[in-house]
């Protein structure tokens, strides 16, 4: 059982190739499978957390991995969405959230080599539920429109509008937020630790 958080979250990285190439087959099947497997590995993220608490298994692997699985299933959607629906997700965006992710890896890369660890922000786990949701509602819509009826109007009337883009810009300010907490945090560490050499 101890094992079992690192073994979903290895199972979360492992989906998100098929998932992408389900995506991007451009097909209602294939999108409706892929909203299925993103729901389950956003699930899955959640699940390993709490299970390696409640088992008091958490590893520096399972705290590296993690994180990892998050960044991977996380771009490689954005990545497809650019893809998909460049007017509502342009590349630009998936620019900001790569670059802030690979600020934050090299500042825990920078901590642990210090011999500190850089402890995730509460804002942090709220900016990954935000983006989950985001993307989770992106997919959804995906699905939808192709339906018949009211529910793909109502889908294709939304991604007609304006209201993906601003969702978008509301959670890169809040991406943005979290790395610039994170530097600063950094930053003001380090400049205490001078001090008190």
């Given at each position: 059982?101890r ?8 199972a ?105 660890s ?30 018949p ?49």
């Amino acid at each position: 059982m101890r094992y079992l958080p690192n073994t979903l979250t290895f199972a979360r990285i492992a989906l998100t190739p098929l998932l992408l190439l389900l995506l991007l087959n451009g097909t209602f099947t294939g999108h409706l499978a892929a909203l299925g497997l993103f729901v389950a590995a956003a699930f899955s993220d959640y699940l390993d957390g709490k299970l390696a608490r409640r088992l008091k298994a958490r590893t520096r692997l399972g705290q590296f991995l993690d994180p990892f699985a998050d960044k991977v299933l996380v771009l490689g959607t954005f990545g497809c969405l650019a893809v998909l629906l460049p007017k509502h997700v342009p590349w630009w965006a998936v620019g900001v959230i790569a670059g802030r992710d690979l600020l934050v890896t090299a500042l825990r890369t920078w901590a642990e080599a210090h011999g500190r660890s850089l402890r995730t922000l509460p804002l942090a786990k709220t900016k990954t539920a935000v983006q989950l949701a985001f993307l989770i509602g992106m997919l959804l819509l995906m699905v939808l429109r192709r339906l018949p009826g009211a529910a793909g109007e109502g889908a294709r009337a939304v991604l007609g509008s304006s209201l993906p883009l601003i969702a978008l810009l509301a959670l890169l300010a809040l991406t943005v937020a979290t790395g610039l907490w994170y530097l600063y945090g950094t930053w003001t560490q380090t400049t205490l630790d001078r001090h008190d050499a």
